[in-house]
């Protein structure tokens, strides 16, 4: 089940996801060689290369790789509203530096 909620230009809807048989599972696009596999955004039954460091992310973007997390820039001023809207950076969590309060 998928959730959208409050963003502008989207309504508070219910996406439903088909079931992952093999039928859905036979249109999935072939996934790169040589990374990290993790399965696609939204329902999931697909699998995708994962987002590597540096690499731009946010709440309704693919998943950033193992060891890493979407956070928004060094200094960003709006936080959420960047993830929100896809403005993160996958990086190592132990580098962010969130603005003084």
């Excluded at 859905?24 to 696009?29: D, E, I, K, R």
């Excluded at 995708?48 to 709440?59: D, N, S």
């Excluded at 950033?64 to 969590?93: D, T």
Aim: glycine share 12%; proline share 10%.
């Amino acid at each position: 089940m998928t959730f959208v909620w409050g963003l502008p230009g989207f309504s508070a809807s219910y996406v439903p996801c088909e079931p992952c048989d093999q039928k859905a599972m036979s249109m999935c696009p072939p996934v790169r060689m040589g990374c990290q596999v993790v399965k696609e955004p939204g329902c999931g039954c697909c699998l995708t290369c994962a987002l590597t460091e540096g690499q731009a992310c946010g709440v309704y973007t693919g998943t950033c790789g193992q060891g890493l997390r979407c956070l928004p820039r060094n200094g960003e001023e709006k936080p959420l509203h960047a993830l929100l809207y896809g403005k993160g950076v996958c990086m190592n969590e132990k580098l962010y530096k969130p603005l003084p309060r």
